[in-house]
Nanobody
Framework: EVQLVESGGGLVQAGGSLRLSCAAS????????IMWLRQVPGKEEEGVSC????????YYSDSAKGRFTISSDNAKNTVYLHMNNLRPEDTAVYYC??????????????????????WGRGTQVTVTS
């Protein structure tokens, strides 16, 4: 059974940084695409970034480009999201999720969270102005 556990969220001032972690079990990161997505109550979930460690590819949403970096540590079976220059509009619950088509990473990431599953419980990120 695939299980994902997110951590690393918190309260930070605008311009600050956070590193989120997604610890995975029941899978090998090389065989999956991993997405970081976020959700604000009352709004549709938004895909932020994706990674395929097996194919060495990454994808970023327009809102994440230049500020966020996704990475993975296969030895720890963990995917990270390094977030810099945070803005109040980044406030959300952040989740990680998986898809079994890592070879088409960009395509599935553009489709968005609806094609990713096994979401974790999320970690809250709050950015104050």
């Amino acid at each position: 059974e695939v299980q994902l556990v997110e951590s690393g969220g918190g309260l930070v001032q605008a311009g600050g940084s956070l590193r989120l972690s997604c610890a995975a079990s029941g899978l090998s990161l090389d065989d999956y695409a991993i997405m970081w997505l976020r959700q604000v109550p009352g709004k549709e979930e938004e895909g932020v970034s994706c990674i395929s460690s097996g194919f060495g590819t990454t994808y970023y949403s327009d809102s994440a480009k230049g500020r966020f970096t996704i990475s993975s540590d296969n030895a720890k079976n963990t995917v990270y999201l390094h977030m810099n220059n945070l803005r109040p509009e980044d406030t959300a619950v952040y989740y990680c999720a998986v898809n079994r088509r890592p070879e088409i990473l960009a395509q599935i990431c553009r489709i968005g969270p609806s094609v990713f599953g096994s979401w974790g419980r999320g970690t809250q990120v709050t950015v104050t102005s």
